[in-house]
């Protein structure tokens, strides 16, 4: 069961609603679960039309979140509004 332990370093998570392949609800919870345990985590949820589509869809967003780590730039969390 993802998130049962909280990750050291700061996490960005994307899922997609509509995936087939990776249930949301279980990213979802995990993510909160994350939360619950201290870990810093941006969870973002995208809608697009299939798990191979959202895969291609994520990817600027997370060279984006590594690039600004490498920055030296503080890991965005929206723990508790998602």
Known sequence: ML???AP???VYVVHFQLDEIAPYQGG?????RWCN???TV?????VVPSH????VAAIPLALTYIKNRFAG???PYNCGSF
């Open 73 to 75: 730039l503080p890991a």
């Open 52 to 55: 191979a589509a959202s895969a």
């Open 28 to 32: 979802h919870d995990g993510a909160v």
């Open 8 to 10: 050291a370093a700061p």
């Open 37 to 39: 345990h201290g870990a």
């Open 3 to 5: 998130g049962l332990v």
């Open 42 to 46: 941006q969870f973002d949820t995208l």
